[in-house]
């Protein structure tokens, strides 16, 4: 009987242990202004340390010197295999909404926390500011969390200003068990 109650819990635990210690490798990042006049990327750039770990770094200038109320963010998680992009993740959220109720979304609060500590933004709304990531660490206590099977994956974030698309950032990362 006590060994009938210790192999669901180990069945469990094994599966925990399996999924810790998966984390991210990123290659390259591609940031692409959709509107130049609106705003434009003064710095886009991955920076290489050791064992595979990344930093990124972003600096989006706004041209646009008024205060910013009507923001819109999309964030798509793709699997790349082969020649071809499946779409594991596509939310779609108000800024400002989100500003008020930080931690009441989905996928978007939990990969924003860690990204707000290396960066300039504050969660307030209307945005009236350069936006800058400096140096967002990619390691083994970042995003590691997420339960998504080893592969090579694209995210995507889009953000739209006044009902337009103006930025598209794009980081493309490998799953892997461990750092080497």
């Keep these: 009987m006590k060994y009938q109650l210790w192999s669901p819990l180990l069945y469990v635990l094994a599966i925990l242990a399996s999924s810790q210690g998966k984390v991210f490798r990123v290659s390259k990042m591609e940031c692409r202004t959709l509107d130049p006049s609106f705003t434009y990327f003064k710095t886009c750039k991955v920076v290489h340390r050791e064992n595979g770990r990344a930093s990124l770094y972003i600096n989006e200038v706004m041209l646009y010197k008024q205060p ?25 959220l108000d800024y400002c909404l989100f500003s008020r109720q930080l931690f009441a979304t989905g996928f978007f609060s939990f990969l924003m926390a860690p990204m707000l500590g290396p960066s300039n933004l504050n969660v ?27 592969g090579v994956y ?16 794009k980081v493309y990362a490998t799953r892997v068990d461990r750092y080497s």
């Design 154 to 169: 694209m995210f995507q974030m889009r953000s739209a200003m006044m009902k337009k698309w103006r930025s598209d950032v």
């Design 124 to 150: 307030t709304c209307p945005l009236q500011q350069d936006l800058i990531f400096n140096g967002f660490s990619v390691d083994e206590n970042t995003i590691k969390e997420i339960p998504i099977p080893n």
């Design 68 to 92: 910013i109320d009507d923001i819109i963010l999309n964030l798509a998680i793709f699997k790349i295999v082969k020649n071809r992009r499946f779409q594991f993740l596509n939310e779609t």
